[in-house]
């Protein structure tokens, strides 16, 4: 049962599940989950049986194949308009098995692309937790560069949420797209998978024109939820201006009063 316990704990972590969310869809308790991983018990033939359905793999292939390596069975290319089981998704939880959010600094932008399923890469980029975006999801930290999407500025961190279902992302979604033509870019989403199996790049920038993505050519989509950033944006001038005019009014208004 030795590559039952390692696919186990490798198809739970890389599904994005902690060991008490995987005991909840299985029904049991979450010290069995630990136990099966530890090997210190084996699951019963009705648990194997929920553990292959629940990871699209088969139930031999789970008792005799080591899965560390290889995408999840099942995975089809009418698959590729939801962005649905494309791959196991590789991720790294702490200690007490709550997912870190891996940083990929612009300088490793290109390994990633070679790298992204493979779990020892992503266990060598820097890794760090937000507590205030919650439990649910698994999120990804990228830093862009370039001015299309001012006012955040190159440089930035944008933390993104793993998008599992690429068909529901609405219109002027801001995500992170990675493709392999185009690489890692940040950009606003406006879906035309349905009609065209493509999707529409935006870029917040008037200067850069909008551009098209085959399907095809996409491999991770994470939703943009927050940004960390070293500069602050630049106040707009307008809005100075208009201060500036009130505040001489406001003067012209204390002259007349003190020369009644």
């Not at 194997?48 to 089809?76: C, M, Q, W, Y």
């Not at 791959?87 to 990633?112: F, M």
């Not at 862009?144 to 955040?152: E, V």
């Amino acid at each position: 049962m030795q590559l039952v316990t390692s696919n186990l704990r490798h198809l739970r972590r890389h599904a994005g599940f902690t060991q008490a969310q995987l005991a909840e869809k299985l029904d049991i308790k979450r010290s069995l989950v630990g136990a099966y991983e530890e090997g210190r018990a084996e699951p019963k033939l009705s648990t194997l049986v929920n553990i292959a359905k629940l990871f699209h793999v088969s139930l031999d292939d789970l008792i005799t194949r080591n899965l560390i390596h290889e995408a999840p069975a099942g995975a089809a290319d009418g698959n590729r308009l939801s962005g649905g089981n494309l791959r196991v998704l590789a991720i790294t939880v702490d200690e007490q098995e709550n997912e870190n959010i891996e940083l990929v600094p612009y300088k490793a932008s290109a390994g990633y692309l070679n790298g992204y399923a493979d779990s020892e890469f992503i266990e060598e980029l820097p890794r760090f937790r937000l507590p205030m975006l919650g439990a649910g999801g698994t999120y990804r930290a990228f830093e862009i560069s370039g001015d299309s999407m001012l006012p955040i500025a190159s440089g930035t961190v944008i933390v993104g949420r793993f998008i599992e279902d690429w068909s529901l992302i609405k219109d002027g979604t801001p995500c992170v797209i990675v493709s392999q033509k185009e690489g890692i870019v940040f950009k606003r989403i406006f879906n035309k998978l349905k009609d065209a199996s493509m999707l529409r790049l935006h870029s917040d920038n008037p200067v850069y024109s909008p551009y098209e993505v085959h399907v095809e050519d996409v491999v991770e989509i994470w939703e943009a939820k927050s940004y960390i950033s070293s500069t602050f944006p630049i106040a707009d001038l307008s809005l100075d201006k208009l201060s500036s005019i009130v505040l001489d009014l406001q003067k012209e208004m204390l002259k007349l009063k003190k020369a009644e």
